[in-house]
């Protein structure tokens, strides 16, 4: 329990981070949007990565007053830009299936939207393959709630789960983001291709927009534009970054 009591200080006193990794878009190279990615760093000022702290969040429900957090955080960050710097920037915020069971997603993004001035269509929220085929029937009805806030809902590392294909029909989807297992080093391994390429063909098929993670070279990012993949992440773009950087990025590249 020890790092659940040092999270649950880490949250009441304010000292979680998010940085942001820039979306581009693949054939113009510019910024749809930024992921924001939470960052903890302990009392003894080293980083704890999310894949330590979400899970103990999600066990100990820590994950509500975090994920409200994050909303907050996120679009409070893209108000800030705004009065800076005039764009159509758009941010896209984690939601752990945990958030998606327990907590009452909509007003609150409803309330976040209208706390910071800012039309819903600014806010893409990703949720994991696995979390929405859990249960498809009662996630349908939060995320068509979610939707009404104007967001878009994106399917987060799709390929990894267990996708009933019905489900996908099912589900008021907007884009999928490929995961990033199927993308790092695709150039030399032709399964990948074919995955990517399998994808990219059942997104254009039910009308969603589709997101290439972990790219790491402009070999893959070329070769995915090539496929038709239209927007991407990775370090070939820029690693998560603080919201100075962030914001310097945003302004440089469009
Ligand atoms: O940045 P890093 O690769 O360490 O992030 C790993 C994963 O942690 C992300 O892919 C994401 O799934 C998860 N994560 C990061 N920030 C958040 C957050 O604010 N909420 C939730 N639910 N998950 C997050
Ligand atoms: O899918 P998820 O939300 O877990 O992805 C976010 C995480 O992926 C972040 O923690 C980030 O540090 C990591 N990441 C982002 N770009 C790349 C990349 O190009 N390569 C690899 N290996 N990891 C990346
Ligand atoms: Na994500
Ligand atoms: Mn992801």
């Given at each position: 329990f020890a790092m659940e009591t040092a999270l649950r200080r880490a949250i009441d006193a304010g000292q979680l981070q998010l940085h942001y990794q820039?979306?581009?878009?693949?054939?113009?190279?510019?910024?749809i949007a930024f992921e924001a990615l939470a960052r903890w760093v302990g009392e003894d000022g080293r980083d704890i990565p999310p894949s330590a702290f979400i899970p103990v969040a999600e066990e100990s429900g820590l994950i509500v007053p975090l994920g409200r957090w994050a909303i907050d955080e996120a679009l409070r960050t893209l108000a800030v830009w705004d009065r800076r710097f005039s764009s159509t920037v758009q941010m896209a915020v984690n939601i752990s299936p945990i958030q998606l069971q327990r907590d009452c997603l909509a007003p609150?993004?409803?309330?976040?939207?209208?706390?910071?001035?800012l039309a819903g269509e600014r806010l893409k929220?990703?949720?994991t393959?696995?979390?929405?085929?859990?249960?498809?029937?009662g996630n349908a009805e939060t995320l068509r709630a979610l939707?009404?806030?104007?967001a878009t809902i994106a399917m987060d590392d799709f390929g990894t789960g267990y996708s009933n294909l019905a489900y996908l029909q099912k589900l008021p989807i907007d884009i999928l983001k490929i995961d990033r297992s199927f993308v790092t080093g695709m150039m030399a391994d032709r399964d990948k291709i074919a995955i990517?390429?399998?994808i990219l063909s059942l997104a254009t098929t039910l009308g969603m927009e589709t997101v290439a993670e972990g790219i790491e070279t402009h070999d893959v990012a070329q070769t995915l534009a090539a496929l038709g993949c239209t927007y991407g992440?990775?370090?070939?773009?820029?690693?998560?970054?603080s919201a100075?950087?962030?914001y310097e990025l945003l302004v440089a590249r469009n």
């Open positions: 820039p979306i581009c878009d693949l054939a113009t190279g510019r910024v609150i993004v409803a309330s976040a939207l209208a706390t910071h001035g929220l990703e949720l393959e696995s979390a929405l085929i859990a249960d498809p029937d939707k009404a806030t104007g990517v390429r399998a992440q990775g370090y070939a773009y820029a690693a998560p970054l100075d950087a962030a």
